[in-house]
């Protein structure tokens, strides 16, 4: 018979970091949980202790494992034996944080780069009402302008330009969010090039 082939490229090194997306690590962890569950109880076994085994989920939900029960860890704290340490709300407020501060992060930096949006907006509008030399700065004549200027009106043009197309990437996501949940979204013609 032919060898066909591999039809999957097998086992391969990943690089170990921290999943960003709640749903990506939902997954992993529900595919390599008994895998990390079935380590854990022969780490047990072999260093002979009870052992509690609490992970927390990037939304806070635990998923706990115990050997040999939970209910026998918990009636050896409940009785005594060992004095019972809270530092589960602890760690689930400083997950929160951890997590609240990374969104504030990223609407602080959006929300900068919408006031710079703003004044580059302002200033442009500003320069064509006052324009220059008493005329429009668009309406004078290229070959009367020396390299400087014309390095100049192409960064006039290049800001302008992108105002466009901020603007243009506005109105389209507004306009699909506004319509996509009724299914009105139809891809159109539009007066401005794509590119």
Same mark, same amino acid.
């Given at each position: 018979?032919?060898?066909?082939?591999?039809?999957?490229?097998?086992?391969?090194? +990943? $690089? +170990?970091?921290?999943?960003?997306?709640?749903? #990506?690590?939902? *997954?992993?962890?529900?595919?390599?949980?008994?895998?990390?569950?079935?380590?854990?109880?022969?780490?047990?076994? @072999?260093?002979?202790? $009870?052992?509690?085994? *609490? *992970?927390? !989920?990037?939304?806070?939900?635990?998923?706990?494992?115990?050997?040999?029960?939970?209910?026998?860890?918990?009636?050896?704290?409940?009785?005594?034996?060992? %004095?019972?340490?809270?530092?589960?709300?602890?760690?689930?407020?400083? @997950?929160?944080? &951890?997590?609240?501060?990374?969104?504030?992060?990223?609407?602080?930096? &959006?929300? !900068?780069?919408?006031?710079? !949006?703003?004044?580059?907006?302002?200033? @442009?509008?500003?320069? &064509?009402?006052?324009?220059?030399?008493?005329?429009?700065?668009? $309406?004078? %004549?290229? #070959?009367?302008l020396n %390299?400087?200027?014309?390095?100049?009106?192409?960064?006039?043009?290049?800001?302008? @330009?992108?105002?466009?197309?901020?603007?243009?990437?506005?109105?389209?996501?507004?306009?699909?969010s506004m319509?996509?949940?009724?299914?009105? &979204?139809?891809?159109?013609?539009?007066?401005? %090039?794509?590119?």
């Amino acid at each position: 018979m032919a060898n066909i082939g591999k039809k999957t490229k097998g086992k391969q090194k +990943i $690089e +170990i970091k921290m999943i960003e997306n709640d749903n #990506d690590w939902l *997954i992993t962890f529900s595919k390599r949980r008994s895998g990390i569950y079935k380590k854990i109880g022969e780490l047990s076994t @072999l260093c002979g202790n $009870e052992i509690l085994f *609490i *992970i927390f !989920s990037p939304a806070g939900k635990p998923f706990t494992f115990s050997h040999p029960t939970i209910e026998s860890i918990a009636s050896r704290f409940l009785n005594g034996n060992i %004095p019972v340490i809270d530092d589960m709300h602890t760690l689930i407020e400083a @997950l929160r944080t &951890v997590r609240i501060n990374k969104l504030i992060q990223i609407y602080n930096e &959006v929300q !900068s780069q919408m006031d710079a !949006s703003n004044e580059t907006q302002k200033m @442009l509008a500003q320069q &064509v009402t006052s324009g220059t030399d008493s005329n429009r700065w668009w $309406e004078t %004549p290229l #070959d009367k302008l020396n %390299p400087r200027e014309l390095y100049k009106r192409y960064s006039y043009f290049s800001k302008l @330009l992108d105002l466009f197309h901020i603007s243009r990437s506005k109105k389209i996501a507004t306009t699909s969010s506004m319509l996509a949940p009724t299914g009105l &979204v139809e891809d159109g013609p539009t007066n401005f %090039p794509l590119s």
